[in-house]
């Protein structure tokens, strides 16, 4: 098939799912060309050595990448957060249809903000047979950072509303999605739960380093790691008090970087606590090592109606590397590891029960913690892994060129 791409973010960006999508099905045969912005995310400030501009095409065989200028910079305004949905929908709308004339299917990555350019650019192409991947969704118009205007939120849900109408078929990245994009006006026939896979050739099960080792552990207590964004959904605020009221039985360490970070690390200083302790980013080339080191990985999400439906990339990536893992999460976070005996959960934002679950970690014997890590990578392989969500979408794209129905 010749299939078109519509994604927001695109790689040397953080976007693996489009990205190996993209990669694979090129591999397979198919004709891919990819309609993409110029990298900025997560800084929010275009990568260095990459300059906007209106042609910028690079090709490999059976793929070829359009990036197309969009607003670029962090800004709290409703206008600032605005600004780089509606110049990335404005670009798409003048380069879209001469770039994806005669594609046979179209494949939209909609996070909420590629929401508006996938409603200009449907609208363009006409009937083209397209399959609408929804990684996550504001529920009733709101995102778990506070201050969104809600004529902009409200904005954005109707743009994403239409476009699951308009789908011939929908990917959902987690069992409670199907739900929200269903109530939303998708019709639940036409709509899959493909979970997210992660990069298989990086994270995999690994040993730890004798660096990786040092700079993980210190002593015999058990590790408990987080790597990933200190951001506003993840509410590490929480860790760090259940780490606290742990004191000497276990230590935190946070690999990773954020917009919550001097909050997080502001908390860990007024509590004096011993064993929180912070690192800073490291390569993903890095990481598998640094898991091994560590005895689990933790998953955090703050208790929002709209995270409750999301499954965190972090999550994947821990159960491929045989890490067992501790989520403080609910919904279908939790279910993913409580289903796959790869850890511990509790609610999310109780601080109690998550120290509880720190104790209860850290008397576990290590090889019941490498059956755990053991159990999570079979889940892994069985229900997540990119061969088995490539070929998911690959015959729901296949299928919506066909006009069948499921």
Not at 3 to 10: E, M
Not at 41 to 58: C, D, K, L, V
Not at 299 to 316: A, S
């Amino acid at each position: 098939m010749r299939i078109g791409v519509l994604t927001y973010h695109f790689p040397p960006e953080p976007a693996f799912i489009p990205g190996s999508l993209a990669e694979e099905l090129a591999r397979r045969g198919h004709e891919v060309r990819v309609l993409t912005g110029f990298p900025d995310y997560p800084g929010g400030h275009s990568y260095p050595g990459w300059h906007q501009r209106w042609r910028h095409e690079t090709r490999s065989e059976r793929l070829t990448v359009r990036r197309v200028p969009r607003y670029t910079g962090r800004n709290g305004s409703g206008r600032g957060r605005a600004a780089g949905p509606l110049s990335f929908a404005g670009s798409v709308s003048l380069v879209g249809r001469r770039f994806l004339a005669g594609i046979d299917a179209l494949y939209v990555h909609q996070p909420p903000p590629a929401a508006f350019a996938t409603a200009s650019l449907l609208r363009m192409l006409g009937r083209v047979p397209t399959v609408v991947h929804v990684p996550d969704v504001w529920a009733g118009g709101s995102e778990p950072t506070a201050g969104e205007p809600s004529r902009w939120a409200g904005r954005i849900a109707g743009a994403m509303a239409w476009t699951y109408r308009r789908a011939d078929r929908i990917v959902v990245a987690a069992p409670s999605l199907r739900d929200l994009v269903v109530t939303a006006g998708a019709d639940p026939d036409r709509v899959e739960v493909v979970l997210n896979w992660t990069d298989e050739r990086i994270f995999r099960p690994a040993r730890p380093s004798p660096a990786a080792g040092k700079l993980v552990r210190r002593d015999g207590r058990c590790v408990v790691m987080y790597a990933g964004t200190i951001g506003a959904r993840q509410g590490l605020e929480t860790a760090v008090r259940a780490a606290a009221a742990v004191d000497r039985g276990m230590d935190l360490v946070l690999v990773g970087s954020g917009e919550q970070e001097r909050r997080v690390r502001g908390l860990a200083a007024e509590l004096r606590t011993d064993n929180v302790r912070f690192v800073e980013r490291r390569s993903p080339l890095d990481m598998p090592e640094l898991y091994a080191a560590a005895d689990y990985q933790l998953v955090m999400l703050r208790d929002l109606p709209e995270l409750r439906g999301t499954l965190p990339g972090k999550l994947p990536t821990a159960l491929s590397c045989a890490a067992p893992v501790i989520a403080s999460a609910g919904g279908d976070t939790a279910e993913v590891v409580e289903r796959a005996r790869a850890g511990l959960s509790c609610p999310p934002e109780e601080w109690d029960a998550l120290a509880d679950r720190f104790w209860l970690a850290a008397t576990i014997p290590p090889a019941a913690r490498a059956e755990m890590g053991r159990r999570g990578r079979e889940a892994y392989l069985r229900q997540m892994s990119m061969p088995a969500g490539v070929d998911r979408i690959e015959h729901l794209l296949g299928e919506a060129v066909g006009g069948g129905r499921r």
